[in-house]
């Protein structure tokens, strides 16, 4: 089953289309006004160090984020510590956070509740793409904890089965792209209730 591309992946083969049109344009233009080869291919070349150097920056930035949201350090986590860091990462969005019982989770990792609401959480930290089980399994635990809803969030991406499963069963799917957003959300927060607090203390 084909791998569903990431958020980042797409921009970054979206953007090479444009830069090699825009490249190839910027060839054809020249030769149109010069009609000569010599200065359409200076251009063309002129046009694939800009490129790589949109593409480096580009590059340079997307690792400083990653390096800011802690993602590199889940990636080191076991499933047990990835499930307490989803507890303070929901508790930060106003959520009331409980991680269950390791045995016996009936396939609830997490259970979340805000504004009257419960929410059953599958937290699964994986090098490969998370499958079909872990949906089946988070459906199953909405219906034992009488949940509204059901989640399954990952520090790596999903297989298309899941992703269709998942569509069918109203199932969220948090994939590494939206948990690296919600990362920074919450160092955000911290740091601006840091900043308050050290203001509060300093007035």
């Not at 830069?19 to 009609?35: E, V």
């Not at 997307?62 to 499933?79: F, N, Q, V, W």
């Amino acid at each position: 089953m084909a791998r569903r591309k990431s958020k980042a992946k797409q921009e970054e083969e979206l953007f090479q289309g444009l830069a090699g049109m825009a490249m190839l344009g910027g060839i054809l233009g020249t030769y149109s006004l010069t009609k000569s080869w010599q200065p359409s291919i200076i251009v063309g070349f002129v046009g694939v160090v800009g490129i790589i150097i949109l593409m480096v920056i580009i590059q340079q930035k997307r690792a400083e984020r990653l390096k800011r949201s802690g993602i590199t350090e889940i990636d080191k986590m076991d499933g047990v510590q990835f499930e307490h860091y989803l507890g303070h990462l929901f508790c930060s969005q106003g959520f009331k956070a409980e991680v269950t019982k390791a045995a016996g989770d009936y396939g609830a990792d997490l259970v979340i509740s805000k504004d009257g609401k419960r929410i059953v959480v599958q937290a699964k930290r994986y090098k490969k793409n998370v499958g079909l089980k872990a949906v089946q399994e988070v459906q199953g635990a909405k219906a034992h904890y009488r949940a509204n809803g059901a989640w399954v969030v990952t520090n790596s991406n999903y297989t298309e089965q899941a992703y269709q499963l998942a569509k069918s069963n109203g199932v969220r799917l948090i994939a590494r792209d939206e948990l690296v957003e919600m990362l920074l959300v919450m160092k955000e927060k911290f740091s601006a209730s840091k900043k308050a607090a050290n203001a509060k203390r300093t007035a």
